[in-house]
């Protein structure tokens, strides 16, 4: 994740260098932020479905490896298919 929004910048920093300011290029980066995103969203514990990226209000790069609602052992379960 923090690879991907780095690669980001970088596209956005290269394509402004090289073609002056672009939307296309940033318009790209948010498209591929989403991409990225996208697994990182449905990653819920299979129990109560709480997303094991959240840490009460904070959002963490890397998943919890226990649910902070209910203590699942997340990293013994893979990640729910069925929401
Ligand atoms: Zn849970």
Request: proline share 8%; glycine share 6%.
């Amino acid at each position: 994740m923090l690879g991907v929004l780095a690669l980001a910048v970088l596209l956005v920093l290269a394509t402004d260098r090289l073609y002056g300011h672009s939307t296309l290029a940033f318009a790209a980066a948010i498209v591929m932020l989403l991409i990225a995103n996208a697994p990182m969203l449905r990653f819920n514990c299979p129990r109560c479905g709480k997303n094991a990226f959240f840490r009460g209000p904070f959002v963490v790069p890397w998943p919890n490896r226990l649910c902070t609602r209910c203590g699942e052992d997340l990293a013994a379960s893979p990640p729910s298919q069925n929401r």
